[in-house]
């Protein structure tokens, strides 16, 4: 694992703050700013920041407010929250008049994690928990204890924007291991991308977005259909009780604007 921050969760927090600015924005994130090194902030002040990967943009706004809709639903069962891959997540802030009572886990790489605290200075703790983890050498289990994370407890577990950049054993180790952390009542939520089945070149230009991403070494490395996330989980646990499409996510929350095609957001039941 490269021992630098990662760049893509900054254009995703990029992406969120634009969305902030927008009149008709799905949501607003106050704090997404404020994690932007300067060409980013720059950019932000431009009229061009609205033109920036905009069906890219759209999708990464509504996954976000679908799994902000999800947790905030699930609330009255859940004792803790685990941030799993946090990057410059800001929802421990953003809802922390409902989230103060429980602790919320933010697990990430050492660099990704420096960087953010570098960016937090004024913002409260809160009930944030600070868990710095190598994916490559540390069990997610052990960094937990270690921080205070109950087993056995209902927890909602959020696992957003990373499964794509693993293996498929690590996906499933990751998610099994999720269940047997969380106890009865345990919640996830998580996205997902797969190739689009449809030989047009607009869609075989979208399946190459993978090799690019291989430039900026974080490549796509797993993907799974929509139509069998449902019986995959399954296999390993969880119940799936929503599957959010672009055009779900589309016609929830974003009108006529049009998200990226090849990414999906799943919600699950710990069975």
């Known amino acids: 694992m ?3 921050p990662s760049r893509t969760a900054e254009v995703v927090c990029f992406m969120r703050a634009v969305e902030t600015l927008r009149a008709d924005g799905v949501l607003r994130d106050p704090f997404a700013a404020g994690f932007l090194d300067l060409p980013l902030r720059t950019l932000l002040r431009t ?6 990967l905009p069906t890219l943009s759209a999708y990464i706004a509504a996954r976000h407010r679908c799994i902000d809709d999800a947790l905030l639903g699930a609330l009255d069962g859940i004792e803790q929250v685990v941030l799993l891959g946090a990057g410059y997540d800001s929802r421990a802030w953003r809802f922390a008049d409902v989230l103060a009572a429980r602790p919320v ?13 570098k960016r937090l200075a004024g913002l409260p703790a809160g009930s944030v928990r600070r868990v710095p983890i190598d994916f490559q050498t540390q069990a997610i289990a052990d960094v937990l204890a ?6 056995g407890r209902p927890t ?23 269940r047997a952390l969380g106890g009865p009542g345990s919640k996830l939520a998580m996205d997902f991308w797969f190739f689009t089945d449809d030989p047009s070149a607009v869609a075989t230009a979208q399946r190459g977005v993978a090799n690019l991403l291989s430039l900026v070494g974080e490549p796509i490395t797993f993907a799974l259909h929509p139509a069998d996330a449902p019986d995959w989980l399954t296999g390993l646990g969880w119940r799936v009780t929503d599957v959010a499409d672009a055009e779900t996510l589309r016609r929830r929350y974003l009108g006529a604007r049009v998200p990226w095609p ?3 957001v799943v919600v699950a039941d710990r069975i």
């Open 105 to 117: 886990f933010e697990v990430d790489h050492p660099a990704t994690q420096g960087r953010k605290l």
């Open 146 to 151: 270690a921080a205070g994370f109950e087993q």
């Open 2 to 4: 490269n021992d630098r």
């Open 47 to 52: 009229p061009a920041a609205r033109l920036f």
């Open 156 to 178: 909602f577990f959020v696992w957003e924007g990373v499964s794509m950049y693993l293996r498929r054993d690590a996906v499933r180790g990751t998610l099994d291991t999720l």
């Open 262 to 264: 090849d990414n999906y």
